[in-house]
C-alpha cells in the first residue's frame, strides 16, 4: 500500500470550508483513496473513498488530481464538532484476505468559534 | 441497530494477569478486527478475522490470542499482559475484506492499562 504524507496540524474557522491536503505520490493504478476522522477518544469514522473521479457525499467531498499523486478533502463548512484527527489511507485490491487500514498520524483539525 | 459494541470500556490490570475484551456486531459483517492505538500514533491492527472461523495476523499480534465465535463476535485476549499492552483498543467490523470497497465501522474503545 502507498504511504501517504499529511500536515501535522491545522486551523479552520467556524462556517468556512476546511480543506486538508495528501500527498501518496507511490499511490498505484488499482489503490483508493479513503479518508477517515478520528473525534477525541472514539473510534475512528469512515468519510469517503474515491479512485480517481471527484467524489461528494453528506460529509464531504474528496478531490483527487489527475496525476493521483494527492488529494483534498473538503469539509464545506466546518463546525466545531468537525474537530478531529483526520486519515488519508491508500489501500488498494488484495489478492488474499487481507484488508488492512494503515493509519498514519493523520492531521489534528481544529476548528475555531 | 448498535453498531459495534466493546466491553469493558476501562480495564486496569497488573503485569501477568490475564484478561479478554469482547467485541459483538450487529451488521451482519463477515470481517472482523482488532486494532491498538498508543497515545499520539495511529491504529495499529492486532488481528482480523476475514469471515466466520477464520483469523489472521496484523502488523502487532505478539502477546494476543483471538477467538472469532461466532459472525457476531470476535474476542481479543491478553494471556499473560504486559506494560507494554497499555493502550486503547478499538474492534472493527466490515462487509467483506479484500474488496477495495472496505469501509470499517468502529467500535468506541477499551481503554486498558497495565501497571
Known amino acids: 500500500d502507498a504511504k501517504t504524507t499529511q500536515p501535522t496540524s491545522m486551523d479552520c474557522a467556524e462556517g468556512r470550508a476546511a480543506n486538508l491536503p495528501c500527498n501518496h505520490s507511490?499511490?498505484?493504478?488499482?489503490?483508493?483513496v479513503y479518508w477517515y476522522r478520528q473525534i477525541h477518544s472514539q473510534g475512528p469514522q469512515y468519510i469517503i473513498h474515491?479512485?480517481?473521479n471527484n467524489e461528494t457525499n453528506e460529509m464531504a467531498s474528496l478531490i483527487i488530481t489527475e496525476d493521483r499523486k494527492s488529494s483534498t478533502l473538503i469539509l464545506p463548512h466546518a463546525t466545531l464538532r468537525d474537530t478531529a484527527v483526520y486519515y488519508c489511507i491508500v489501500r488498494g485490491l488484495h489478492g488474499g484476505a487481507t484488508n488492512k487500514l494503515i493509519f498514519g498520524t493523520g492531521t489534528l483539525l481544529a476548528v475555531q468559534p | 441497530n448498535a453498531g459495534v459494541t466493546q466491553t469493558p470500556k476501562f480495564q486496569v490490570l497488573k503485569t501477568g494477569q490475564s484478561m479478554t475484551l469482547q467485541c459483538a456486531q450487529d451488521m451482519n459483517h463477515n470481517s472482523m478486527y482488532w486494532y491498538r492505538q498508543d497515545p499520539g500514533m495511529g491504529l495499529r491492527l492486532i488481528y482480523y478475522?476475514?469471515?466466520?472461523?477464520?483469523?489472521d495476523k496484523g502488523e502487532v499480534p505478539n502477546g494476543y490470542n483471538v477467538s472469532r465465535l461466532n459472525k457476531r463476535e470476535f474476542s481479543l485476549r491478553l494471556e499473560s499482559a504486559a506494560p507494554s499492552q497499555t493502550s486503547v483498543y478499538f474492534c472493527?467490523?466490515?462487509?467483506?475484506?479484500?474488496?477495495?470497497?472496505?469501509?470499517?465501522?468502529f467500535g468506541p474503545g477499551t481503554r486498558l492499562t497495565v501497571l
Open positions: 478475522s476475514a469471515s466466520e472461523g477464520t483469523t
Open positions: 474515491g479512485l480517481k
Open positions: 507511490t499511490i498505484s493504478g488499482n489503490e483508493y
Open positions: 472493527a467490523s466490515s462487509k467483506t475484506s479484500g474488496q477495495a470497497y472496505n469501509e470499517q465501522f
